[in-house]
């Protein structure tokens, strides 16, 4: 490595980029590419808004990656983590210990969580959940007594992490693509995506067949041998695309008739997103396991979990063995001290209430007033979880000729251009804001987004895109 000066925000910005390129790789990346052009480098953040560091206000439409639900900037959570970085840095909870921090947080997770939801496992990130819950699952058919119960079905296009566990739940092709994955003993299903994949079926018909889908594997793969069904109540990162009506209450139906264990990944959807502490409140289903992170310390700290219903915890727990499994950073106070305080703002500020009494009937108005314009299909959102579909010809749902994804990719830029940050997903386009955000934003992110719809639909036409 190279010796150098301090580095700060004080740099010019194509030093910053310089060094970025030389040393960083980053995630999800064609990273020659991005070093060509240089990474847009975010310098500070207060309630929805990101300063970058040429200076340009940006309406963050994501949260960062889902996660700040309360908002950049809150100093109350910066004193929480200094004080018990002084008071206790770090402690593991292997080993019979355990500590303040990780005790509370998981009792106030238990006390949110519905039905019997009680227990909680940590991990540090979504991905480190879900690997647990692959363990957990496998597990409790172990003690069981139905150690053939080791298949796990998730989705297509769902996902659920980027660890070998966690991409091989999810459904994302280009990772399966990269690395050998699934690993063995998971499978993937159709998703209830209507828009995309619905042909000339009702919604509610295809919501049906798709859930189906599920009972037909189970039958294929012997019902003895299917340990648990793993799915977001609503797929983000494929598209933020909400499922028909109907699916929900069947796939409810066939896990419960099958007897297999149902994980809800509610990475995303945990903490407010939906418009209930977890979508799947807000989605009707009853999970035996919570996938948690992101909005658990809205961004301000690594962690996440599993929260455990009381059947698959006693079995586990009262097998007589060790469960072999954890991580340093598992219920890391720092980390939970942080948390706790955040699902306290939560609580406190009534976020969850403003999200579905102001929020969200305040943007649903303007996102649905977005498909009067040509390029824009369906628009979906719930909570404040939203999509859109970009589309040549609306009445028949078609597809651009170019690859998917080009003209999402050119929205997405001229979003960035405008000083709005929307994430493309293949030809849609989806938001998360911050939870917190207040109408005369709303205002200014859908102002921002017909801007750059108006100034993305220009430029295809003029090439030939249209
Ligand atoms: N599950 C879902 C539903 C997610 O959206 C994500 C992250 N986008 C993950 C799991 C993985 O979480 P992490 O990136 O914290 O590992």
């Not at 950073?329 to 955040?342: K, Q």
């Not at 303007?366 to 909570?383: D, I, M, N, S, Y």
């Amino acid at each position: 490595g190279s010796v150098m000066t301090k580095i700060t925000n004080h740099l010019p910005t194509a030093e910053l980029q310089a060094l970025d390129a030389a040393h960083h790789m980053h995630p999800f990346t064609d990273d020659a590419a991005l070093a060509r052009k240089g990474a847009r480098i975010i310098t500070r953040g207060k309630g929805v808004w990101l300063t970058d560091s040429d200076g340009h206000e940006i309406i963050d439409g994501m949260a960062g990656l889902w996660c700040v639900n309360i908002g950049y900037g809150r100093r109350e959570l910066a004193e929480v983590a200094a004080r018990q970085m002084e008071e206790l840095c770090y402690y593991n909870t292997f080993f019979q210990t355990s500590h303040v921090p990780a005790i509370a947080l998981a009792a106030k997770i238990a006390q949110l969580a519905p039905g019997d939801l009680n227990h909680v496992f940590y991990a540090g990130s979504g991905s480190e959940a879900n690997d647990t819950n692959i363990r957990l699952v496998r597990r409790y058919w172990d003690v069981k007594g139905q150690p053939q119960r080791k298949v796990i079905i998730s989705r297509k296009n769902a996902y659920h992490g980027s660890t070998m566990g966690g991409a091989s739940l999810g459904g994302m092709s280009g990772m399966h693509a990269q690395g050998g994955l699934p690993i063995p003993d998971i499978v993937h299903i159709n998703q209830p995506y209507w828009w995309g994949e619905g042909g000339d079926m009702t919604p509610e018909e295809f919501g049906i067949a798709r859930a189906r889908e599920l009972e037909q594997k189970i039958q294929e793969i012997g019902a003895d041998r299917v340990a648990a069904f793993i799915a977001e109540p609503i797929q983000g990162a494929g598209g933020v695309i909400v499922p028909p009506e109907t699916y929900w209450p069947e796939i409810q139906r066939i896990c419960d008739e099958y007897g297999i264990l149902l994980i809800a990944d509610e990475v995303i959807t945990g903490f407010g997103r939906t418009g209930n502490w977890f979508g799947s409140q807000t989605m009707g289903i009853r999970p035996h396991i919570m996938t948690i992170a992101k909005g658990l310390s809205s961004g301000y700290a690594p962690i996440g979990g599993s929260i455990i219903c009381n059947e698959v915890y006693r079995t586990v727990a009262e097998s007589g063995e060790d469960f072999n499994h954890g991580y340093t950073y598992s219920g890391h106070p720092v980390a939970s001290a942080v948390a706790l305080r955040n699902l306290e703002i939560i609580e406190d500020e009534g976020i969850i209430d403003h999200v579905r009494n102001v929020a969200h009937p305040y943007l649903a108005e303007k996102w649905k007033g977005l498909t009067e314009h040509p390029l824009v299909g369906e628009a979906q959102l719930v909570g404040l979880m939203g999509s859109i579909a970009l589309t040549p010809d609306k009445e028949r749902r078609a597809r651009f000729a170019a690859e998917p994804g080009t003209v999402g990719y050119r929205c997405r830029e001229r979003c960035f251009a405008n000083d709005l940050i929307m994430r493309h997903v293949g030809d849609r386009m989806i938001i998360a804001p911050a939870l917190v955000i207040r109408p005369e934003e709303i205002d200014i992110l859908i102002e921002r987004a017909w801007k750059s719809l108006d100034e993305c639909y220009a430029e295809i036409k003029a090439e030939g895109l249209l």
